[in-house]
């Protein structure tokens, strides 16, 4: 009969343990959402700007119509 009493004392536990992992697991997936829609905003509008000062700042050095042009 004790072992009855364990047994809704840890499931009752066991049930506030699983819900705290829950608002864990929603926190994570919702800052990894956030995470990637902003490094995707990043990604697109700075990738163009990056190879042109990477371009800028190799050897020969270029002009900016030569690194925009397709020849």
């Given at each position: 009969?004790?072992?009855?009493?364990?047994?809704?004392t840890s499931k009752g536990s066991s049930s506030k343990g699983s819900e705290e992992r829950?608002?864990?697991?929603?926190?994570?997936?919702?800052?990894?959402?956030?995470?990637?829609?902003?490094?995707?905003v990043v990604t697109y509008y700075g990738f163009i700007p990056m190879v042109i000062i990477i371009g800028m700042n190799s050897e020969?050095?270029?002009?900016?119509?030569q690194l925009l042009s397709p020849f």
């Open positions: 009969m004790a072992s009855k009493g364990k047994g809704k829950s608002a864990v697991a929603q926190f994570v997936k919702e800052w990894g959402t956030w995470t990637m829609q902003k490094t995707r020969p050095k270029p002009q900016l119509y």
